[in-house]
């Protein structure tokens, strides 16, 4: 039983919102999930439709959460896309590949959904609009996008958790030139099918999973695939099966006849631009009287990434870090900030919370980390999640996770090798694995 039960909303019923409603109810808490979609998932529903604007630019655009590719395979293999208790395992009549298309991902999502009763504790096609602290209390105002009753409602909670994801506001890059060029731009956010693109010349801006992916998913029915790129010091591509994609440096210009010139002094009339260039954060709901501020992609002050200092534990963020294991991280988020709320684990003091967060950022200024990797884990990853793993008082967690997620990082980010997830050697890492059992033993 819990120490102390709290009302806690929980916003968002992806990944991140249903572990945390998991972990919350385990520790005895009331919970209320807040979900816009008509489903569990978040962004792993595929959705044929995008956003109203290819561009994601115009705010009033109509959005489309997911991001998520017709094509889209995992880029992580099922061992680490599961939790602690509940593994990404293989079912009979299912996607059996270590790394299986975005249905199998979204299957497992439902699944664990049912077994944890996630989806009676949900309202569904409940957009939240407001989060608002009214003294000791929240106050969460939210809208039915039921067709026929578009009613507002407003709930007091004790608590709440934002799981709203981090994929939905498109960032872009400065290029000159630009906004003349005549052909189709997309944001990857908006990216579905290849068809659109046969015997195109077809530029993509990034170098991220997002073009890794849709470069070679394009490249099966265009012309000529060119990434933009800055220059990767490490760079060093396996290209051998794909024949129609290279690789140049950032683009310098682009004219309004389609000419499209890049800084290494090549140039060529290409008819569509792809913009990878990644997200932003974006929280619209949430009112704070700036004491919680989005600044050049940076949420802060949050404390270990999950706390405002001046709201702990009454408000706290699941799912922003990112280049990580994001399933293991969120669970373990989420078990930290439920134990949290019942008093299982005291938080340091407001003060000691704020300096830490200082700390960080003058460690992050001083050995050369932009403000806007804030939330990047990367290189210190499994620092982050073993400090968790304390926190809670877990078991250490298992190394071959953290060696799983840099082998994946080499192959997207710097050998580019497309063929990695069906190269992949099952055997060894199950080896690998089972050692690591024996040892446990
Ligand atoms: P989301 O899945 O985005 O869920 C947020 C939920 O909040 C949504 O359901 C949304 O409808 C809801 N919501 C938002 N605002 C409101 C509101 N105001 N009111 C009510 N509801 C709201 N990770 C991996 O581990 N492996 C991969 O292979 C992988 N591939 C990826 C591919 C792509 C293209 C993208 C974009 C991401 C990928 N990721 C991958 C990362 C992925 O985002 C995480 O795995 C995970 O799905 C994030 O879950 P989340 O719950 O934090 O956010």
Same mark, same amino acid.
């Given at each position: 039983?819990? $120490?102390?039960?709290?009302?806690?909303?929980?916003?968002? &019923?992806?990944?991140?919102?249903?572990?945390? &409603?998991?972990?919350?109810?385990?520790?005895?808490?009331?919970?209320?999930?807040?979900?816009?979609?008509?489903?569990?998932?978040?962004?792993?529903?595929?959705?044929?439709?995008?956003?109203?604007?290819?561009?994601?630019?115009?705010?009033?655009?109509?959005?489309?959460?997911?991001?998520?590719?017709?094509?889209?395979?995992?880029?992580?293999?099922?061992?680490?896309?599961?939790? $602690?208790?509940?593994?990404?395992?293989?079912?009979?009549?299912?996607?059996?590949?270590?790394?299986?298309?975005?249905?199998?991902?979204?299957?497992?999502?439902?699944?664990?959904?049912?077994?944890?009763?996630?989806?009676?504790?949900?309202?569904?096609?409940?957009?939240?609009?407001?989060?608002?602290?009214?003294?000791?209390?929240?106050?969460?105002?939210?809208?039915?996008? %039921?067709?026929? =009753?578009?009613?507002?409602?407003?709930?007091?909670?004790?608590?709440?958790?934002?799981?709203?994801?981090?994929?939905?506001?498109?960032?872009?890059?400065?290029?000159?030139?630009?906004? @003349?060029?005549?052909?189709?731009?997309?944001?990857?956010?908006?990216?579905?099918?290849?068809?659109?693109?046969?015997?195109?010349?077809?530029?993509?801006?990034?170098?991220?999973?997002?073009?890794?992916?849709?470069?070679?998913?394009?490249?099966?029915?265009? @012309?000529?695939?060119?990434?933009?790129?800055?220059?990767?010091?490490?760079?060093?591509?396996?290209?051998?099966?794909?024949?129609?994609?290279?690789?140049?440096?950032?683009? @310098?210009?682009?004219?309004?006849?389609?000419?499209?010139?890049?800084?290494?002094?090549?140039?060529?009339?290409?008819?569509?631009?792809?913009?990878?260039?990644?997200?932003?954060?974006?929280?619209?709901?949430?009112?704070?009287?700036?004491?919680?501020?989005?600044?050049?992609?940076?949420?802060?002050?949050?404390?270990?990434?999950?706390?405002?200092?001046?709201?702990?534990?009454?408000?706290?963020?699941?799912?922003?870090?990112?280049?990580? %294991?994001?399933?293991?991280?969120?669970?373990?988020? &989420?078990?930290?900030?439920?134990?949290?709320?019942?008093?299982?684990?005291?938080?340091? %003091?407001?003060?000691?919370?704020?300096?830490?967060?200082?700390?960080?950022?003058?460690?992050?200024?001083?050995?050369?980390?932009?403000?806007?990797? %804030?939330?990047?884990?990367?290189?210190?990853?499994?620092?982050?999640?073993?400090?968790?793993?304390?926190?809670?008082?877990?078991?250490?967690?298992?190394?071959?996770?953290?060696?799983?997620?840099?082998?994946?990082?080499?192959?997207? $980010?710097?050998?580019?090798?497309?063929?990695?997830?069906?190269?992949?050697?099952? =055997?060894?890492?199950? &080896?690998?694995?089972?050692?690591?059992?024996?040892?446990?033993?």
């Amino acid at each position: 039983m819990a $120490l102390h039960s709290v009302k806690v909303a929980v916003i968002g &019923a992806g990944v991140s919102g249903l572990i945390a &409603a998991r972990e919350l109810q385990k520790e005895g808490h009331n919970v209320v999930i807040f979900e816009k979609n008509k489903r569990v998932g978040g962004t792993w529903i595929y959705d044929s439709k995008s956003d109203s604007d290819p561009l994601s630019i115009d705010p009033t655009r109509e959005i489309v959460h997911s991001s998520v590719y017709l094509s889209l395979r995992t880029n992580l293999p099922r061992h680490i896309m599961g939790f $602690l208790d509940y593994p990404f395992a293989k079912r009979e009549s299912g996607d059996p590949r270590t790394f299986p298309g975005h249905e199998e991902v979204l299957h497992f999502l439902e699944e664990f959904a049912g077994e944890f009763g996630i989806h009676g504790l949900t309202r569904f096609e409940t957009e939240v609009m407001k989060v608002e602290s009214k003294g000791n209390e929240w106050l969460v105002e939210s809208r039915r996008l %039921t067709r026929g =009753n578009d009613s507002v409602s407003e709930e007091v909670f004790e608590a709440v958790v934002v799981c709203s994801g981090n994929y939905v506001e498109p960032k872009h890059g400065v290029v000159p030139g630009i906004e @003349k060029f005549p052909g189709l731009q997309i944001h990857s956010h908006n990216y579905r099918v290849p068809h659109d693109f046969k015997d195109q010349v077809v530029i993509l801006i990034g170098i991220g999973p997002s073009s890794f992916d849709i470069s070679r998913d394009i490249a099966t029915v265009a @012309k000529e695939v060119l990434v933009a790129t800055r220059p990767i010091p490490d760079l060093n591509m396996k290209l051998e099966n794909v024949r129609n994609i290279c690789f140049h440096t950032l683009i @310098k210009c682009v004219y309004e006849d389609g000419l499209v010139a890049f800084e290494d002094g090549f140039s060529i009339h290409a008819d569509a631009i792809i913009h990878c260039t990644g997200y932003k954060y974006h929280i619209p709901f949430l009112e704070t009287n700036g004491i919680i501020t989005i600044e050049d992609n940076r949420v802060g002050p949050l404390y270990k990434h999950v706390f405002p200092p001046s709201m702990a534990p009454w408000l706290s963020f699941i799912g922003l870090v990112h280049k990580e %294991t994001i399933f293991n991280v969120v669970e373990l988020q &989420a078990k930290w900030v439920a134990r949290v709320l019942s008093g299982k684990i005291i938080l340091p %003091t407001e003060e000691e919370m704020m300096e830490s967060v200082k700390d960080f950022y003058q460690f992050m200024e001083e050995n050369g980390f932009a403000k806007r990797h %804030t939330h990047s884990l990367r290189p210190f990853q499994s620092d982050y999640k073993h400090w968790l793993v304390e926190q809670i008082g877990l078991p250490p967690l298992e190394n071959w996770k953290d060696d799983m997620l840099m082998e994946c990082l080499k192959n997207i $980010l710097i050998e580019r090798n497309e063929m990695y997830r069906d190269e992949w050697d099952d =055997n060894h890492w199950d &080896a690998i694995i089972q050692n690591d059992q024996l040892h446990k033993n």
